[in-house]
């Protein structure tokens, strides 16, 4: 039969429940021989309509489908039991629900005699889990294969309590299953233990190898067996081998009026007092180290730049919409605490290329302006103020105390204006550069354009040590000056350098204070006054460098590709030291060109588009400690803690209460125990006995 006849017939067939004329010349032309119409009934009842008198016309032929249906098909016809793809098809039909095929495959399961098969099938049940109807199946036989381990557990997830017991009265064949189950299957052993209530857990867990590290969920449960049989001494060693959330509810659960020894009085006093919501709080550090901000409230928003305040409390995001660069933009800023980020204000900003510093309290930010003035926008009660430099601005740069804003004098000199967090400026006035002339070489037509201030040359500062680097496109030059003016090196004296790929001067930043990266090189000074190159980053077909951010905190450089300022591109990670990838870049593609920002120290970076994403590395560092069992934390993640403990806001975020604890915690007790089951500093006195030793 031709295959569009067919497909028709077979469609007719299902409409009218495998009744009527469409349905009789198929059950004719399958009865004749037809092959293709008994491959396409095979797979109608097997993927679509399970009806009952399609099965029973397949079942009269007994012929099975060709192809990959083949073995189902076989089980469906009453065989299945022979070794290859067969059995393998008849076991995994036999763990379906909601097809007569299931119902097929456990009819023949139940009957069968081979004990090769019910071997097969006994494993499978116990790797489905006790919610598989095979498990129930083969739990009521009584023939199966000789396989106490295997058995033991089947009886005991089924819930055949007695039929366990009788097997398996001392448990040893428990404890050898759960020797030999991998974690799915001791989850489940552990919580049928439970269920049982008689058995004892702390043995069957810990005696497949009493020096063994236990996994989490098995210290969890063994902890929990021994607080319901009022061990409480156990259960309080077993809780220091617990992460911390962990650790916090044994003690809890401890007696109010139960004391340790002297040592552990004071970490158990904390572990106490600790706050009922700690999983929460770690659960949200776990989820924290990249939040996802959305700004501005519109879709059709693209984030063009943005600025964290130094302690990363705060965050400063610029955006305009899509493809319209002309628009005014708007600057918003958040507050970032404990994972959550919330708007503290915004305003819109008239022209001017997006670049913004941010001062500790989120107080204020500095846009860029190609004007005679920089806007101060205070974000409390007080309005905007316009700043005048008297000088047309091109640049801003953060520096230790403040912030510098780059302007060219109508003399066509570089000056540095400097304000302090404040927004006050300089008491000195502005700092003179006349030994940089470069933009003497643009004709005066261009000069007068006042975008081509903003990409003539680039200024970047050290905020941590101060000094400014300024790279010119035309004429190329680079020149890096101390905060005072004084010329640290100056390309003109000396430049060892390797073939840039990229076109023009684009944005850079210090990677330490005599190395910087701009225009696609890591170039060093020399003692000498000069610079060469040390690495050069690989360009991508059609890219320019964008912004770029160093981050201390990973040793890492965190940049922007783009053709253009508003064309796509996407994020990249390098090594700080050699400019090679470090790792695929986590947001999507399609970011402005200044569209990353880090803090000075780099421990919290950003990459924005439609929304903001906020990787945080101080997060990170506090979730894996608190992650960690309490045994296996050491003198090094103390160290971590409290650095971290110095650099977080004090308050009841997330992240300062786990850092917090943890912190007290580990500084209270010895970290790194050696804690041991059953080790040489408290040997066990028996087989059905656990011994938490500690030194």
Do not use: N
């Not at 067919?6 to 009865?31: I, N, T």
């Not at 857990?201 to 009493?210: C, E, G, L, S």
């Amino acid at each position: 039969m031709r295959s569009g006849r067919r497909e028709r017939l077979l469609a007719r067939a299902v409409r009218d429940g495998f009744r009527g004329p469409g349905w009789d010349r198929l059950r004719k032309a399958g009865e004749s021989g037809d092959q293709s119409v008994v491959d396409a009934l095979w797979a109608c009842w097997l993927d679509r309509a399970p009806h009952d008198a399609l099965l029973r016309a397949l079942r009269s032929w007994g012929r099975p489908a060709r192809g990959d249906r083949r073995a189902r098909s076989v089980v469906a016809l009453g065989g299945g039991t022979r070794p290859g793809g067969e059995r393998t098809a008849l076991l995994a039909a036999a763990l379906v629900r909601d097809h007569p095929i299931g119902t097929i495959a456990r009819d023949l399961l139940a009957r069968t005699t081979d004990p090769d098969v019910l071997r097969d099938a006994l494993g499978t049940a116990l790797d489905a889990g006790p919610g598989a109807p095979l498990a129930g199946v083969l739990a009521a036989r009584d023939d199966l294969p000789r396989d106490p381990p295997a058995l033991a557990e089947l009886f005991l997830v089924t819930g055949r309590g007695a039929r366990y017991r009788a097997l398996d009265p001392d448990g040893t064949h428990l404890a050898r299953a759960y020797a030999a189950a991998g974690e799915r299957r001791r989850e489940r052993l552990r919580e049928a233990m439970l269920r049982a209530g008689d058995l004892d857990v702390v043995r069957v867990v810990t005696a497949r190898d009493r020096d063994a590290g236990l996994g989490a969920g098995e210290r969890r449960d063994l902890a929990r067996a021994l607080l319901e049989s009022r061990r409480w001494e156990e259960a309080w060693r077993t809780a220091k081998r617990l992460p911390l959330a962990d650790a916090a509810a044994v003690a809890r659960a401890l007696p109010a009026g139960w004391r340790p020894a002297p040592a552990d009085r004071r970490v158990l006093a904390l572990l106490r007092a600790a706050p009922p919501r700690l999983h929460d709080h770690v659960a949200v550090l776990a989820d924290a180290d990249r939040r996802t901000v959305r700004v501005g409230g519109l879709a059709d928003r693209l984030v063009e730049a943005g600025a964290f305040s130094p302690d990363a409390r705060f965050m400063v995001v610029g955006h305009l919409h899509r493809g319209m660069p002309s628009d005014p933009r708007t600057v918003q800023v958040f507050t970032l605490d404990g994972g959550v980020a919330s708007s503290a204000g915004r305003h819109v900003v008239d022209g001017g290329t997006p670049r913004f510093a941010l001062t500790e309290h989120g107080a204020a930010i500095a846009p860029e302006h190609d004007e005679r003035a920089v806007w101060w926008l205070p974000f409390a009660d007080r309005r905007p103020e316009r700043l005048p430099v008297r000088d047309r601005v091109t640049h801003l740069a953060p520096v230790p105390g403040g912030f510098v804003v780059a302007g060219v004098t109508d003399d066509r000199e570089v000056r540095l204006h400097r304000f302090d967090r404040a927004g006050r400026p300089s008491p000195d006035g502005p700092l003179t550069v006349a030994d940089l002339p470069f933009l003497t070489a643009f004709p005066p037509a261009r000069i007068a354009a006042r975008a081509d201030f903003a990409w003539a040359y680039e200024v970047f500062a050290d905020p941590v040590g101060g000094r400014v680097a300024f790279h010119s496109r035309a004429p190329k030059r680079i020149v890096v000056i101390e905060p005072d003016g004084r010329v640290v090196a100056d390309s003109a004296a000396g430049h060892a350098r390797q073939g840039s790929p990229w076109a023009r001067a684009t944005p850079g930043c210090f990677t330490a204070p005599d190395r910087l990266f701009s225009d696609g090189r890591l170039i060093a000074c020399t003692p000498d006054g000069g610079l060469r190159d040390v690495a050069v980053l690989a360009p991508r077909p059609h890219d320019t460098v964008g912004a770029v951010v160093h981050l201390p905190a990973t040793g890492e450089l965190l940049g922007a590709s783009a053709g253009r300022p508003y064309a796509p591109g996407t994020a990249w990670y390098a090594d700080a030291a050699t400019l090679e990838p470090v790792r695929d870049p986590r947001p999507p593609a399609g970011l402005p060109a200044r569209a990353v920002w880090a803090t000075p120290d780099g421990a919290v970076h950003a990459v924005g588009r439609e929304t903001v994403t906020v990787v945080d590395e101080a997060v990170r560092a506090a979730a894996g400690p608190a992650a960690r069992p309490l045994d296996e934390l050491t003198a090094a993640d103390l160290g971590v803690l409290a650095d971290l403990r110095r650099r977080t806001r004090p308050g009841a975020s997330a992240l300062r209460t786990v850092v917090d604890l943890l912190h007290d915690v580990l500084e209270a007790a010895p970290v790194g125990a050696d804690v041991a089951l059953g080790g040489a500093s408290a040997p066990a006195d028996g087989s059905d006995d656990i011994a938490l030793g500690g030194t």
